[in-house]
């Protein structure tokens, strides 16, 4: 398909490095370029996999190499509407992302997991079901969750598992791309910047089933309303879950036990407060999520129950860190939005100073202050959204709030307004970008500097 084809792809981070690496797989010419003009052409091509030629380019892209470009291969933070793709796309170059150049390698079976919230927990603990299962050397864990499909499709084997988490950037560039089993968390307004519209925004997150059929299984919240309806349209066998109600088949809980019923059968699998080691309902969501999608991918309940009761939190979200001074301290960094940060701040039990605030990605902030629900002792906020909020905050009756310029002065702040019994809690509801690289980098700080206060 790419053989002999000149290949654009456009960003020279470590997804771009690993399409690199594939495309020269495939026999394509490749050209791998960035527009940030500070880079060096030299330093990008000493990054690229030994063996591998790819012509580097910086800053703006000579007309000749976009018109002979016939395969566009965009990083996942690439925008698929900027002038340059909209120009090829009408050309009529072939547009891909990550995940479809890679899924065009994958000799195996594909289970793919999206959402706005609840990815990174759900796939990290497929991922570990289907190890327990295949073993590590036969189970690959790639996509939005740090690890480029790119670097691993080429390890894969007929009877090997990728387990992808995706995201709604990557899934806009996908055409053939075809999971056994997929789910859909839920949805809920975010990357409205770039999406621009909700329903474009659903529709990239529906993308993850286009290809499915009823010899696949798709995995949806019966409690979120754009993937119940979705459960109405979608192509693949439907296996709905719930946190709030019984279902006639499907996942469900029952107070505080998750409940398994189908062809009028059921059976009790676990105790949510006892077999697990996550918190929060959101998380008996991930749980019942990562059930059945392993159910659906063949592995057997005894090992799939077996991992859930031995896994732990992912980091940065709701991690426990340390109690120092009587303060129990809670790192959410991956809190990058409102919904997920009403569950960060719903697995408090206790008076709560909470760090928010970040990047501006559109989002309202209303439901979120709502959630508080009389829990939150002071609101510290940083960042480009601080006022937005604040006033956000101010219009629900919650009027403890203080800013902080800096990263360190807020977490000064926080440990000064601090009493024995209090929780702090990084759950900011906004991404990072702007005062850190990622979510990742504000997380791991934040504990840096928890772990360095004194015990006593």
């Known amino acids: 398909m790419l053989e002999g084809r000149n290949c654009l792809i456009i960003g020279s981070g470590i997804s771009g490095i690993g399409a690199a690496g594939l495309l020269a ?10 527009g940030n003009e500070k880079l060096n052409p030299e ?10 030629n790819a012509k ?15 395969a566009l291969i965009l990083s996942p933070g690439v925008p698929t509407d900027i002038p340059l793709v909209i120009r090829m796309r009408e050309r009529g170059a072939l547009v891909l992302g990550e995940i479809e150049l890679a899924y065009l390698a994958e000799k195996g079976t594909v289970a793919a997991v999206t959402g706005t919230n609840g990815k990174t927990t759900t796939t990290t603990l497929l991922g570990e079901i289907m190890k327990a299962y295949l073993g590590e050397e036969k189970t690959f864990v790639v996509g939005n969750i740090g690890n480029p499909y790119t670097l691993e499709v080429l390890k894969t084997s007929k009877d090997s598992v990728t387990v992808g988490e995706l995201s709604s950037f990557q899934l806009e560039t996908i055409h053939t791309f075809r999971p056994h089993v997929s789910a859909i968390l839920n949805v809920t307004p975010d ?18 089933a286009m290809n499915q059929t009823k010899d696949d299984t798709c995995v949806l919240n ?23 109600r019984e279902l006639e088949e499907g996942y469900f809980l029952r107070g505080t036990r998750i409940i398994r019923k189908f062809n009028g059968g059921e059976s009790d699998l676990m105790d949510i407060r006892t077999d697990m080691n996550l918190v929060g309902i959101h998380n008996a969501e991930n749980v019942m999520a990562g059930i059945a999608m392993a159910e659906g991918m063949g592995v057997p309940m005894d090992v799939i129950l077996r991992v ?32 997920a940060a009403i569950q960060g701040i719903k697995a408090m039990d206790r008076p709560t100073i909470l760090i928010g605030g970040g990047y501006d990605k559109q989002n309202t902030y209303d439901e979120w202050i709502e959630s508080f629900d009389g829990k939150v002792k002071w609101l510290v906020l940083i960042g480009q959204t601080r006022e937005k909020i604040a006033e956000c905050a101010k ?31 990084l759950s900011p509801a906004c991404a990072s970008w702007g005062m850190f690289p990622n979510y990742e980098t504000r997380g791991r700080l934040f504990k840096e500097y928890v772990n360095a206060l004194p015990n006593e």
Do not use: W
């Not at 797989?25 to 960035?34: Q, S």
């Not at 580097?56 to 016939?70: M, N, R, S, W």
């Open 25 to 34: 797989n495939f026999g394509a010419k490749i050209t791998l370029y960035d």
């Open 43 to 52: 330093e990008i091509a000493a990054k690229l996999p030994q063996g591998v």
């Open 56 to 70: 580097c380019i910086v800053g703006e892209l000579p007309k000749e190499v976009e018109e002979a470009t016939e």
């Open 191 to 208: 990357h409205l910047n770039r999406h621009h519209t909700m329903e474009a925004y659903v529709q990239a997150k529906e993308a993850v």
């Open 222 to 244: 019966y409690e979120n309303e754009y993937t119940r309806d979705f459960g109405k349209r979608c192509p693949a066998k439907v296996v709905f879950f719930s946190s709030q």
């Open 308 to 339: 859930i009761k031995d896994f732990k939190a992912v980091e940065h979200r709701i991690e426990y860190v340390a109690t120092k001074k009587g303060v129990v301290y809670y790192n959410d960094s991956k809190g990058t939005n409102p919904d």
């Open 395 to 425: 219009k629900h009756g919650v009027t403890q709030i203080k800013f902080a310029d800096t990263y360190d002065e807020c977490l000064q702040l926080c440990t000064a307004l601090a009493e024995p019994g209090d929780a702090v809690l």
